[in-house]
C-alpha cells in the first residue's frame, strides 16, 4: 500500500503562487503516478493535473493548463504541484492520489486507489 502526504497548503493572496508537495511511502514501486484533484466547497472533486514517475509523462485539465505545473522528484518520492497567479476560484482542498493501475494519466478519479488527506488552499482577494 502507498501512503501519501500533502503539504504546503495555506491562506494567500490572489496572484501569489505557491507548491504543493506530496509525500509518498510504503510500497511506492507499484505506483505509476500522481494525480492531483481538487474540490472545492459544495462541489465535486475534479481533475488538475497528472504526471507519470518513469518518463515524467503529465497531462492536465484543460482548465488547468498554463498556471498549474505538475513534478516529481523520485529521489525523495514526492510530487509537486505549482500553482501561479492564484485566484479565488482555485479556494478548495487538494488531494494527491496513487495511479496503481497503468502508465496512462487518468483524469477519473475511480482510477486512483490511494488518497492522501488534503490539503486546504485558500485564496483571499
Known amino acids: 500500500q502507498v501512503q501519501l502526504v500533502e503539504s504546503g497548503g495555506g491562506l494567500v493572496q490572489a496572484g501569489e503562487s505557491l507548491r504543493l508537495s506530496c509525500a509518498a511511502s510504503g510500497h511506492t514501486s507499484s505506483s505509476y503516478g500522481i494525480g492531483w484533484f481538487r474540490q472545492a466547497p459544495g462541489k465535486e472533486r475534479e481533475f488538475v493535473a497528472g504526471i507519470n514517475w518513469i518518463g515524467g509523462n503529465t497531462d492536465y485539465a484543460e482548465s488547468m493548463k498554463g498556471r498549474f505545473t505538475i513534478a516529481t522528484n523520485n529521489a525523495k518520492n514526492t510530487a509537486y504541484l505549482q500553482i501561479t497567479s492564484l485566484k479565488s476560484e482555485d479556494t478548495a482542498v487538494y488531494y494527491c492520489?496513487?495511479?496503481?493501475?497503468?502508465?496512462?494519466?487518468?483524469?477519473?478519479?475511480?482510477?486512483?486507489?490511494?488518497w492522501g488527506q488534503g490539503t486546504q488552499v485558500t485564496v483571499s482577494s
Open positions: 492520489a496513487s495511479n496503481q493501475r497503468r502508465w496512462t494519466i487518468s483524469r477519473n478519479i475511480l482510477d486512483y486507489d490511494h
